[in-house]
């Protein structure tokens, strides 16, 4: 029982290429949420859901697409990777939006060439 | 929107000597979380202060919120190696409750 994972944990693509991250969580947690992180600054939400079918943008979303068809998953696509893409993505969930407990995935480096 | 500072950006510490990082909110806050990161890790929740001028402590960590529930610190005493890692406060990214919005982090050295 690994509560949130996500895969890959490692990633090298190219400019242009379209990207998914998988995010899967096993606590039946409403909330959902995606981040960056880059040196300098700090955790970005891109976007949030508060439920299935429930996505809405956060601080980032540009070039970022969600779907959230199943309580337990929220991928995140990057449609056309770009280089300022490269980043530390994590994802994490909550019981009950931020008056809860945020538990974080391990991550994913992804290098955009 | 919503914005979280965090000072210092860095700190680097004698093992045994104490630390202190401090988060100021723009806008009063309902809650505040705390979270850790290990270098190379994902963050970890460590406490959420919700009443105003709280005061919570874990083994050296004493955690504070102000009267006026804009800012708070996080204050370690007689730092250990095990501290080292980026600490970072939280607050309510919307009116809602329905996301987080985070302060850029303080990252802490720790020699030995």
């Known amino acids: 029982d690994a509560g949130i994972t996500q895969s890959p944990r490692y990633k090298i693509t190219e400019t242009g290429r379209q990207v998914t991250l998988m995010c899967h969580q096993t606590?039946?947690?409403?909330?959902m949420f995606w981040y960056r992180q880059d040196l300098g600054h700090g955790l970005r939400l891109i976007y949030y859901?508060?439920?299935?079918?429930?996505?809405d943008k956060g601080e980032v979303p540009d070039g970022y697409v969600v779907s959230r068809s199943k309580t337990e998953n929220f991928p995140l696509t990057l449609e056309s990777a770009t280089r300022s893409q490269t980043s530390v993505y994590f994802c994490?969930?909550?019981?009950?939006?931020?008056?809860?407990?945020?538990?974080f995935g391990p991550g994913t480096r992804l290098t955009v060439l | 929107g919503q914005q979280v500072m965090q000072i210092p950006q860095y700190q680097h510490v004698q093992e045994g000597e104490d630390f202190t990082t401090y988060c100021n909110s723009s806008t009063t806050l309902s809650n505040i979380q705390w979270y850790k990161q290990r270098p190379g890790g994902h963050p970890v929740f460590l406490i959420q202060l919700v009443k105003s001028g709280e005061v919570k402590k874990q083994k050296r960590l004493t955690f504070q919120f102000g009267e006026a529930k804009k800012n708070s610190s996080l204050h370690i005493t007689a730092t250990q190696t095990t501290d080292v890692g980026t600490y970072f406060c939280a607050g309510p990214g919307d009116n809602y409750g329905q996301n987080f919005v985070f302060g850029p982090g303080t990252r802490l050295s720790v020699l030995p």
């Open positions: 994490a969930s909550s019981g009950s939006g931020s008056f809860d407990t945020q538990y």
């Open positions: 606590w039946s947690h409403s909330y």
């Open positions: 859901s508060a439920a299935a079918d429930i996505t």
